[in-house]
């Protein structure tokens, strides 16, 4: 019988939260009702906001004090908090199918401890399959189900839960892919990532990560990320090199377009701040790197 776990982590928009909330119960009782077997764990919830009153709930959520450093770190507290041999860490605005459960216990069964099942997401009618990221370290280049990605669909994957002891979120980052530098980290340790079409989600957030209260920490985690993967993971001088050559001009170019002058002294200020965080820590992260192997 699988434990599984599922943790939410929010910033407190309590109509989305609740709506996620409803759509994992009513996806665990239709598991259920349907003799599959499964024990639940935990059901947690990180509360990066403000108090949550939680009312008309079937199950027993735990509701945790988030540490409100950003993302990588509500990630992390998650992750602390939930038991068992699977867990879907996700958002508080995704809304998950009735079938979702079921699905996730019928290929879960068929893989080792060592495989992460990661998913697509529904935004607008458009279903969006998980990426991996492009030189520049957008999500940009689409996975096969054929593939073994270096990338995963935060929202939509189930990680084994003995992998946090071995990997975390970045704490750096307040807002952005944080997945993109974790998927390095679970590859680099031995596990596997899969991708099954059949595992989805609505995801209700599309394109609040574009508006620009968010942009300049998008941008931030975008460049560390790269960094850290072309110094760390692929271990390249030459990507690194070019990568920090090319990026300021490339970055000023394209957020002049879209938000004038303005746009170029985010670019910088982005730039800057990853380099100095990736300097800061690159030393530190280097050294577990070298103990693992």
């Known amino acids: 019988m699988l434990t599984l776990s599922v943790g939410i982590v929010t910033r407190n928009r309590n109509s989305d939260l609740f709506r996620c909330i409803e759509s994992i119960e009513n996806s665990i009782d239709h598991c259920l009702s349907n003799d ?8 947690v919830i990180s509360n990066d906001g403000s108090e949550i009153v939680m009312q008309n709930t079937r199950y027993s959520w735990d509701v945790v004090e988030g540490p409100k450093r950003g993302i990588g770190a509500n990630r992390n507290n998650i992750a602390d908090n939930i038991i068992g041999d699977f867990g879907l860490i996700t958002d508080d605005d995704m809304e998950f199918p009735l079938n979702f ?8 069964l068929l893989v080792n401890k060592n495989t992460i099942l990661t998913g697509k997401v529904k935004e607008f009618d458009e279903f969006t399959p998980p990426t991996e990221p492009d030189f520049w370290g957008y999500r940009r280049n689409r996975i096969e189900s054929s593939q ?19 990997c975390k979120f970045d704490d750096a980052v307040i807002y952005g892919p944080t997945e993109m530098d974790f998927a390095y ?25 574009s508006v620009t209260i968010n942009k300049a920490d998008m941008e931030f985690s975008r460049i560390y990320y790269t960094l850290r993967r072309y110094y760390i993971w ?12 090319l990026e300021i001009p490339r970055l000023s170019f394209a957020l002049l377009k879209i938000m004038g002058l303005k746009g170029i002294l985010l670019a910088f200020q982005s730039f800057i701040s990853a380099n100095i965080n990736f300097e ?14």
């Not at 599959?36 to 059901?43: D, H, M, T």
């Open 185 to 209: 980290q679970l590859i680099f340790n031995g596990y596997e990532i899969r991708y099954i079409p059949e595992l989805w989600a609505i995801h209700w957030g599309k394109n609040k990560s």
């Open 36 to 43: 599959v077997k499964i024990q639940i764990g935990k059901l």
């Open 234 to 245: 692929d271990r390249s001088v030459m990507k690194l090199m070019l990568f920090r050559i």
């Open 280 to 293: 800061r820590e690159k030393h530190s992260i280097i050294a577990k790197v070298r103990k693992a192997l």
């Open 101 to 108: 459960m079921m699905e996730s216990v019928g290929n879960l």
């Open 148 to 166: 073994r990605p270096a990338g995963f669909t935060d929202q939509v994957t189930w990680l084994p839960i003995k992998c946090f002891s071995e």
